[in-house]
């Protein structure tokens, strides 16, 4: 049985990242750990303005009515979670849960997900925002974005582009949900027209060995980077699975302006994973 935590701030509760977990849990049984974080309005926050995404986050104490939202929201996770039979924890602090501890929470989870929309929008309405970032940047474990309206996964679309970050994810995809390897799988490979993928061949048989109904497709990123995501769209039922953007260079410049496009379209979940 797997620990997946599953992340909501008081005032967006995400049905969709509580489908996708119901989803996980009707192809093998999780216990599911709801963390819910302050309700407090991000510019309230003292030093997040002058430090940026490297310093510590200071957070306000809650006043009655976030105390209410989040209670609210408790409340309500914990109704579904009965309803549908999940074993489940609720983890939150008497005052608040800062990003930091929701990131501590992750070395001890197989899977995290977060709502690819809803998370702290009050921070910035275009996702990624930067706790979203910092949170992908930060988590021990793999992250599974998640729009609010979409259709669960009946296919999956693994990204590779040469780089060990790709292969990381592709990995710890199928330890982390071997239970969705058997599904339509589709190994998108990316590269420069005029060079050769590296390890193309290995990648193959490795992605082989792991899922059941492979084929690849391969694409020039030379050319515009909305076509991916535009031929993602168009795969209704897709999951992605996606190497993380922690490292600099021309490879991870691309990676991240994917996975940015990918998200912001709020279209298919996200699988992202990173050493």
Same mark, same amino acid.
């Given at each position: 049985?797997?620990?997946?935590?599953?992340?909501?701030?008081?005032?967006?509760?995400?049905?969709?990242?509580?489908?996708?977990?119901?989803?996980?849990?009707?192809?093998?049984?999780?216990?599911?750990?709801?963390?819910?974080?302050?309700?407090?309005?991000?510019?309230?926050?003292?030093?997040?303005?002058?430090?940026?995404?490297?310093?510590?986050?200071?957070?306000?104490?809650?006043?009655?009515?976030?105390?209410?939202?989040?209670?609210?929201?408790?409340?309500?996770?914990?109704?579904?979670?009965?309803?549908?039979?999940?074993?489940?924890?609720?983890?939150?602090?008497?005052?608040?849960?800062?990003?930091?501890?929701?990131? =501590?929470? @992750?070395?001890?989870?197989?899977?995290? +997900?977060?709502? *690819?929309?809803?998370?702290?929008?009050?921070?910035? #309405? $275009?996702?990624?925002?930067?706790?979203?970032?910092?949170?992908?940047?930060?988590?021990?474990?793999?992250?599974?974005?998640?729009?609010?309206?979409?259709?669960?996964?009946?296919?999956?679309?693994?990204?590779?582009?040469?780089?060990?970050?790709?292969?990381?994810?592709?990995?710890?995809?199928?330890?982390?949900?071997?239970?969705?390897?058997?599904?339509?799988?589709?190994?998108?490979?990316?590269?420069?027209?005029?060079?050769?993928?590296?390890?193309?061949?290995?990648?193959?048989?490795?992605?082989?060995?792991?899922?059941? =109904?492979? @084929?690849?497709?391969?694409?020039?990123? +030379?050319?515009? *980077?909305?076509?991916?995501?535009?031929?993602?769209? #168009? $795969?209704?039922?897709?999951?992605?699975?996606?190497?993380?953007?922690?490292?600099?260079?021309?490879?991870?410049?691309?990676?991240?302006?994917?996975?940015?496009?990918?998200?912001?379209?709020?279209?298919?979940?996200?699988?992202?994973?990173?050493?």
């Amino acid at each position: 049985m797997k620990k997946v935590i599953i992340a909501f701030d008081g005032k967006h509760f995400s049905q969709g990242a509580l489908n996708i977990a119901e989803y996980l849990n009707e192809q093998e049984p999780i216990l599911l750990t709801g963390i819910f974080l302050s309700a407090v309005d991000y510019r309230d926050v003292i030093g997040v303005g002058a430090v940026g995404l490297g310093g510590p986050v200071f957070m306000p104490v809650l006043d009655k009515e976030d105390e209410t939202i989040v209670k609210e929201s408790i409340e309500h996770f914990e109704e579904v979670c009965k309803h549908k039979g999940f074993e489940y924890r609720v983890h939150k602090d008497n005052e608040l849960f800062a990003l930091e501890e929701l990131v =501590n929470e @992750t070395r001890f989870a197989d899977l995290l +997900i977060i709502s *690819g929309e809803n998370f702290y929008v009050n921070v910035g #309405e $275009k996702q990624p925002n930067d706790y979203m970032q910092r949170v992908l940047h930060k988590s021990e474990c793999p992250v599974i974005v998640v729009p609010e309206n979409y259709e669960l996964p009946n296919n999956i679309i693994l990204t590779y582009d040469g780089s060990e970050d790709a292969v990381y994810a592709i990995k710890q995809f199928t330890y982390v949900l071997p239970e969705l390897c058997s599904l339509e799988t589709t190994l998108f490979f990316a590269s420069h027209k005029e060079d050769d993928l590296p390890e193309c061949d290995r990648m193959s048989e490795l992605a082989a060995r792991h899922f059941n =109904n492979l @084929t690849l497709q391969r694409m020039d990123i +030379i050319k515009p *980077g909305k076509l991916l995501n535009e031929w993602i769209a #168009e $795969k209704r039922g897709a999951m992605v699975v996606t190497g993380s953007f922690a490292r600099s260079g021309l490879s991870e410049s691309i990676r991240k302006s994917f996975i940015y496009e990918t998200i912001a379209d709020h279209k298919v979940p996200v699988f992202v994973a990173h050493k």
